[in-house]
């Protein structure tokens, strides 16, 4: 169930929305962040959070943990699945660190504790928006023989249209924000999820291994996608 969206005026806000079954609070936060320059959209439960993002996802999610139905973690779990870039700072009233620990593990930006100081909420939300990736846009990259378009999620070469995942065009979104750089793997993880790299999770190398494949590199010679020893990966856009 929705309550009411209020919207501010200015379109180039953030749009953030918040996830919470107290009304209370979805009150407090529309008129303080609404007068901080966020667009605020509000849900009771997280059973429309598929339909709400079919729409347009926001810049950020505030996910209450103990939500009616299925809870937060849930939610935060399905967020970071279909949408790994889309920062989400989990919110609650129990100050557990096993609690927060799993948020945290699931994929969370951030964790703050109920009751809050709404300034806080504010800085943290700005910390976090701060060190996001920008979205895709609709400008069309050049890489080697093939044209990226972000806003799509597919390459193009030789006529042919390769789709890909949308953690494949955050990854190389940010290769490309970066190009001829070196990127570690804790500096990928953390603009892709917030989190540090874990030596044993090898889903980054696992993207990569793709990405090289659809961009028609040589997994033995890549020309674009390069494997610093020990240091982590560059993008190479000339090749």
């Not at 749009?15 to 901080?36: F, K, N, P």
């Amino acid at each position: 169930m929705s309550v009411n969206q209020g919207v501010h005026q200015n379109t180039t806000s953030r749009r953030i929305l918040l996830v919470d079954d107290d009304i209370v609070l979805h009150a407090l936060l529309q008129e303080y962040l609404t007068a901080h320059d966020y667009r605020i959209h509000s849900l009771l439960n997280g059973e429309e959070i598929d339909v709400f993002f079919q729409s347009s996802p926001p810049d950020l999610v505030l996910l209450d943990i103990m939500l009616p139905g299925k809870d937060g973690l849930h939610w935060l779990g399905w967020i970071k699945t279909h949408h790994p870039h889309l920062p989400v700072m989990l919110l609650s009233a129990k100050k557990s660190a096993d609690e927060r620990l799993a948020g945290l593990e699931v994929g969370a930006d951030d964790y703050l504790t109920k009751p809050f100081h709404p300034k806080e909420l504010l800085i943290r939300i700005q910390n976090i928006i701060r060190h996001t990736p920008n979205k895709p846009s609709n400008n069309l990259i050049t890489i080697g023989d093939n044209l990226f378009d972000p806003l799509h999620e597919k390459l193009e070469r030789d006529n042919t249209v390769i789709k890909l995942t949308t953690q494949e065009t955050c990854l190389l979104q940010f290769f490309y924000q970066n190009a001829g750089q070196i990127l570690t793997r804790d500096a990928i993880s953390h603009a892709l999820s917030g989190n540090e790299h874990l030596p044993l999770n090898r889903s980054i190398d696992m993207t990569i291994n793709r990405l090289r494949k659809k961009l028609g590199d040589d997994a033995n010679d890549p020309k674009h996608l390069h494997t610093i020893w020990r240091k982590g990966y560059r993008l190479i856009l000339d090749a």
